[in-house]
């Protein structure tokens, strides 16, 4: 069996200015369903948007879908699944702790900040060049003397709110889900930002294989691709392998 798994923004769908205006590109749509059909396969969009829009977004009924990085996941049958079940007690103390300072960065010029729930996405992408690296510069100091998990992707930094939980807990708690025997069944993972490549070192280990998309960021032994197209071409190459 193969197990594909695949982030959303920036990699099924190209980077948008508008993050609400994000679309599944086409090519990549009809991927998912190719894939989708086939009884080898098990097929899961994971993404780090809130389950409730990341869910339109692919309105594929084989497909899997993961939202919040793996907090909350929705099977075939809509069936739903959490490996977040009794943590919300520390998740709302957390969140207590940080939402005022975090609101109070978002009252800077060019920074907008979008409410996960279980994490929170510091936007940038309408701050000038030098106010982009000021913020992030700040942000980054702030998140290391607070000791919060924090990942970058294209004009954004993601906080984790629960420590320890990212891409790569989704995965393997799907794996575990799906009774993945890494020795047997083949893992793939595409994504394009810091989050993504957590999850993709997990799944490196395992003995599957990472694509990274449009970004260059360093996973050693992850290959390499420039845009949704290349993707495609990539993943129907390795179905026929």
């Known amino acids: 069996m193969r197990i594909w798994i695949f982030d959303f923004d920036g990699t099924l769908s190209p980077i948008v200015a508008d993050r609400n205006a ?22 899961a969009v994971l993404s780090s948007r809130k389950f409730e829009d990341i869910l339109p977004r692919v309105p594929l009924d084989n497909v899997i879908i993961g939202g919040n990085s793996g907090m909350e996941w929705q099977l075939p049958g809509k069936i739903r699944v959490s490996p977040g079940t009794g943590k919300e007690k520390t998740l709302q103390t957390r969140r207590q702790e940080l939402m005022p300072l975090i609101e109070t960065l978002g009252n800077k010029p060019g920074i907008e900040i979008e409410d996960k729930q279980w994490s929170v996405a510091i936007h940038l992408k309408k701050s000038e060049q030098a106010g982009q690296e000021n913020a992030i510069n700040a942000i980054t100091t702030w998140a290391e003397r607070e000791n919060i998990p924090l990942h970058r992707g294209p004009n954004v930094l993601e906080i984790q709110l629960l420590a320890g939980f990212n891409k790569s807990v989704g995965v393997s708690f799907l794996a575990d889900l799906l009774k993945v025997d890494t020795q047997k069944d083949s893992l793939i993972y595409a994504g394009d930002d810091e989050n993504d490549a957590v999850a993709m070192k997990w799944v490196l280990l395992n003995g599957g294989t990472a694509i990274m998309v449009g970004s260059r960021l360093d996973v050693p032994e992850a290959d390499y691709v420039p845009d949704q197209q290349t993707l495609v071409d990539m993943v129907r190459m390795l179905q026929k392998q």
Do not use: F, Q
């Not at 994000?22 to 097929?43: D, G, T, Y």
């Open 22 to 43: 994000a679309v599944l590109h086409p090519a990549c749509a009809a991927m998912l369903k190719e894939l989708s059909r086939s009884s080898n396969n098990r097929v």
